[in-house]
């Protein structure tokens, strides 16, 4: 059975993937990137969790579509059906937190200023890029309320002071907003040194989050 720590060979291939990027290797990404959200999906299988086959299915969409993005977007002229892939994933993260959010009775409470918080950070940054980004406007409008709801999501899944793992997914899904932001400032309003190599490192580690923190939300909660 897989262990965390088997979990090892995930940031071999991310560092290898990152030091691509580095060094301008691009074109010998096509063999790296494309194993992260494999390798991630395969721990999800056979970890040593009982987790619910009704919850592991949408783990595993969110991963699929989100290993589909990352093989759309090595390619400068598929953004747009990447964009697409990625908004399904962050669908399917969604639904998965959700559910977990509607087991885990008590259901947690909500956390109104977070909320507002969050929708704010989300509306000045559409507010920010909306001038620059001509006809793809709407759909970066429209991943960005699903990145939204993620961290909502995630945020209230998790009753966190007794249920600690739940930390690792909600660091993971703001991670994921990092990320993101940051490719959406390179790509339409100016790129910055070292960006690819931040979103990739911010990315990699934000996909582990998510999965690592709810694999071991289950492995503790089974054994209880």
């Known amino acids: 059975m897989f262990r965390p720590k088997h979990l090892i060979i995930y940031f071999l291939v991310l560092l290898a993937d990152i030091l691509l990027i580095a060094f301008g290797r691009e074109e010998y990404r096509y063999a790296t990137k494309p194993l992260l959200m494999i390798f991630l999906a395969v721990y999800v299988l056979y970890a040593n969790v009982k987790m619910p086959r009704s919850f592991r299915i949408f783990l595993l969409l969110a991963l699929f579509f989100s290993s589909l993005g990352d093989d759309l977007l090595l390619f400068e002229n598929l953004f747009l059906p990447g964009l697409g892939s990625f908004f399904i994933a962050q669908v399917m993260y969604c639904i998965f937190f959700l ?13 109104y200023p977070y909320i507002f918080l969050n929708a704010a950070v989300i509306i000045l940054f559409i507010l920010f890029l909306l001038p620059y980004l001509g006809g793809l406007a709407i759909p970066v409008i429209a991943y960005s309320i699903t990145l939204f709801f993620l961290v909502q999501c995630v945020l209230h899944a998790f009753h966190f ?30 790129p910055f040194p070292g960006g690819d190599i931040l979103v990739m490192l911010t990315y990699g580690f934000a996909q582990w989050g998510l999965v690592y923190g709810s694999t071991e939300y289950f492995r503790v909660k089974i054994s209880r």
């Open 161 to 190: 002071r007794r249920q600690p793992t739940g930390w690792y997914a909600l660091v993971g899904a703001m991670l994921f907003v990092i990320s993101d932001a940051m490719i959406a400032v390179g790509k339409f309003y100016h």
């Open 99 to 111: 559910k977990i959010r509607y087991s885990n009775l008590p259901v947690p409470l909500c956390r």
